[in-house]
């Protein structure tokens, strides 16, 4: 099987970013999103992990770290007919056009 | 601790698998076909590449806390002292070494 996107360990990586930032509130959202859902048996670890690890490559290099999180809740939902795409894309267009876009 | 599953005891030589399997694994890519040691048996866990897929995990599986000596698994690097590097490892991702 070749390496996934995911599975870095010992490949070059580059000098290391090592600043402190402050989590953004939607970050702290996202995790929260997570741990409900995780608290109603909606979701498991493995399979936020494996949406994550079978995303486009050239996307998940592309996503923050809470991005490709909330990336493969999405997956979850949809997956498990709890949300469909229609439903969130219309909601993030809603939020889009009250708040502008992030 | 000494836990009577699976295959492997504490100290037991092993090499782990190289398989081509698709889907979401938990072993990772860099010590894939390298030479360890059991450290520890853990005992039996749920099987993360069913509950990856929407599985029930079952049957459960041993899972083992697996050593390397840094050199085995990096080539060039040349570790300080005695470091080794320790990886969980489900048993079917081993074989005796």
């Known amino acids: 099987m070749p390496r996934g996107h995911h599975d870095l360990g010992g490949t070059p990586a580059g000098p290391i970013d090592r600043t402190e930032h402050q989590l953004d509130d939607w970050e702290i959202l996202a995790d929260a999103v997570n741990q409900a859902l995780g608290a109603k048996g909606i979701r498991r670890t493995d399979e936020l992990r494996r949406a994550r690890e079978q995303m486009d490559s050239g996307l998940y290099r592309a996503l923050s770290y809470y991005e490709r999180w909330i990336a493969s809740l999405e997956t979850i939902l949809i997956e498990k007919k709890i949300l469909t795409k229609e439903e969130i894309d219309r909601k993030v267009t809603a939020l889009e056009a009250k708040w502008g876009e992030p | ?97």
Request: proline share 7%; aromatic share 14%; net charge positive.
């Open chain 2, 1 to 97: 601790m000494s836990l009577a599953v699976g295959k492997y005891k504490a100290g037991d030589r092993v090499r782990v698998r190289t398989d081509d399997r698709p889907g979401h694994v938990r072993t990772p890519y860099y010590v894939r076909g390298k030479n360890g040691w059991v450290e520890r048996v853990y005992g039996e866990f749920l099987n993360p590449e069913s509950l990856g897929h929407g599985g029930d995990g079952l049957p459960q599986r041993p899972l083992y806390l697996v050593g390397f000596h840094q050199n085995e698994v990096w080539g060039e690097y040349r570790p300080l002292g005695r470091d080794k590097l320790f990886v969980d490892i489900f048993e079917h991702w081993l074989d005796p070494a």
